[in-house]
Nanobody, 119 residues
Framework: VQLVESGGGLVQPGGSLRLSCAASGFTFSVMAWFRQAPGKEREFVAAIRWNGRTTYYADAVKGRFTVSGDNAKNTLYLQMNSLKAEDTAVYYC???????????????WGQGTQVTVSS
């Protein structure tokens, strides 16, 4: 399983970004986004069940971020709107057969993409 994130960058507060995660090889039923800010633990952001499309969000991003997937392209997305300075982090996608809100439960990870929210 190989996961490759893209789409990060520098954006002003209140702006938007869309992250992508291209998956190759076998894709497990749950795809998730995590983020890690400097000096902090990796935290859950959002997840989606690949077949049923049920979505899950951390309270901090609910209403601002939207997770989605494209089966044909085997790609996971994270649309991030109304970005705040506290959203600054490296964002990672992860895949596992079961849903978990803990990073340690996921076996497969991408390399991460930096998102910086600053004026």
């Amino acid at each position: 399983v190989q996961l490759v994130e893209s789409g990060g960058g520098l954006v002003q507060p209140g702006g938007s970004l869309r992250l992508s995660c291209a998956a190759s090889g076998f894709t497990f039923s749950v795809m998730a986004w995590f983020r890690q800010a400097p000096g902090k633990e990796r935290e859950f952001v959002a997840a989606i069940r690949w077949n049923g499309r049920t979505t899950y969000y951390a309270d901090a991003v609910k209403g601002r971020f939207t997770v989605s997937g494209d089966n044909a392209k085997n790609t996971l997305y994270l649309q991030m709107n109304s970005l705040k300075a506290e959203d600054t982090a490296v964002y990672y996608c992860a895949s596992d057969p079961r849903l978990s809100y803990y990073a340690t439960a996921y076996k497969y990870w991408g390399q991460g993409t930096q998102v910086t929210v600053s004026s």
